[in-house]
């Protein structure tokens, strides 16, 4: 898979960027995990649900999307360009942009038969925009993307289908990393704060009402992966508090009366969210002993357990590479 890839996909980016900051002060994550030797305390749907990881093939370390119990690793043989890309949640297709720079399009792989196809040719519809970080809905009939200038980011969907392509202008905002609800009534993205200088915060937008109203107002880390939880009536996501020489907290937030939730503190504060079951959370662990690697990590949504799947492995990066 290649390199451009997996600095989004596996969260490459992620891991140097731990190693470029320092270790949470304190003694890692808090409640203390428990670790899990074997799957077998799962339960299926948790066990069967995906994340991006890395595993040991053939000698070398690779990226895959593997089941939380281990099994049935799958990678995607995406092209070299390929740059932000995102799995749709059967597995059948895998979306992605052409290029970071203006110009570039979107394009659809069909991973089972390996074809590839344009979805939206850059230049043409969007002359002098950065076509980026495209994701499907849950039904997998569209994929909503990035339209980004110098001086805001618009989001735009295209139908699958159809190829038709419906701009959302959203009157000179900032609006990145998009993630459509369940229903496809909302779309979470990471935005600029209300005040200048604030840093991104979270935002919902409102399809129906066409509105987008503030979540979260913590400054947050320029990573992907805050993430609905699985009904679409909370979000989850990791705050990072103190900068990066503090500590991340790992929030679940309610929609309707924006009651927030701390599921697990002490982590590092580029953790991230790699994926959600139907009541958990999953998500990358730092422990401060090693600073440069991560854990796979799962919490309930109501912050009764905690779990470190020491079955899985850790991922490590070697500073000295750097």
């Known amino acids: 898979m290649?390199?451009?890839?997996?600095?989004?996909?596996?969260?490459?980016?992620?891991?140097?960027?731990?190693?470029?900051?320092?270790?949470?002060?304190?003694?890692?994550?808090?409640?203390?995990?428990?670790?899990?030797?074997?799957?077998?305390?799962?339960?299926?749907?948790?066990?069967?649900?995906?994340?991006?990881?890395?595993?040991?093939?053939?000698?070398?370390?690779?990226?895959?999307?593997?089941?939380l119990d281990g099994?049935?690793?799958?990678?995607?043989?995406?092209p070299e360009y390929a740059v932000a890309g995102a799995r749709s949640p059967s597995g059948r297709y895998f979306v992605y942009g052409t290029s970071p720079l203006p110009g570039g399009d979107i394009e659809l792989l069909d991973v089972a038969t390996g074809e590839r196809s344009t979805l939206v040719y850059g230049e043409a519809r969007f002359p002098g925009a950065r076509l980026t970080s495209p994701s499907f809905t849950y039904d997998e009939q569209a994929v909503v993307f990035e339209v980004a200038a110098e001086d805001r980011?618009?989001?735009?969907?295209?139908?699958?289908?159809?190829?038709?392509?419906?701009?959302?202008?959203?009157?000179?905002?900032?609006?990145?990393?998009?993630?459509?609800?369940?229903?496809?009534?909302?779309?979470?993205?990471?935005?600029?704060?209300?005040?200048?200088?604030?840093?991104?915060?979270?935002?919902?937008?409102?399809?129906?009402?066409?509105?987008?109203?503030?979540?979260?107002d913590e400054a947050l880390n320029l990573m992907p992966g805050s993430r609905f939880t699985a009904d679409g009536r909370s979000v989850v996501y990791v705050a990072p508090v103190g900068g990066i020489d503090g500590e991340g907290q790992l929030y679940r937030i309610d929609i309707d009366d924006r009651e927030k939730h701390l599921l697990v503190s002490g982590l590092h504060p580029v953790d991230v969210v790699l994926g959600v079951a139907s009541e958990e959370v999953i998500f990358t662990c730092t422990y401060p002993e090693e600073p440069t690697c991560k854990w796979v990590c799962v919490a309930r949504l109501d912050g009764s357990h905690v779990w470190r799947l020491t079955y899985l492995g850790e991922h490590c990066i070697d500073p000295n590479a750097l």
């Open 2 to 67: 290649p390199r451009r890839l997996l600095l989004v996909v596996i969260g490459l980016a992620v891991f140097l960027a731990a190693c470029l900051g320092h270790p949470t002060e304190g003694g890692g994550p808090v409640p203390v995990p428990v670790d899990l030797a074997s799957p077998d305390a799962l339960s299926q749907g948790l066990a069967q649900t995906r994340i991006p990881w890395r595993i040991e093939q053939g000698g070398t370390q690779q990226g895959v999307y593997i089941r």
């Open 71 to 78: 099994t049935d690793p799958q990678s995607v043989p995406t």
């Open 153 to 216: 980011t618009d989001l735009a969907f295209v139908d699958l289908a159809s190829r038709q392509v419906r701009f959302l202008d959203l009157q000179r905002t900032y609006n990145m990393w998009p993630e459509v609800s369940p229903d496809g009534r909302r779309i979470l993205v990471a935005c600029e704060g209300r005040q200048p200088g604030a840093g991104f915060v979270l935002c919902l937008l409102d399809q129906e009402q066409h509105t987008r109203a503030y979540l979260v």
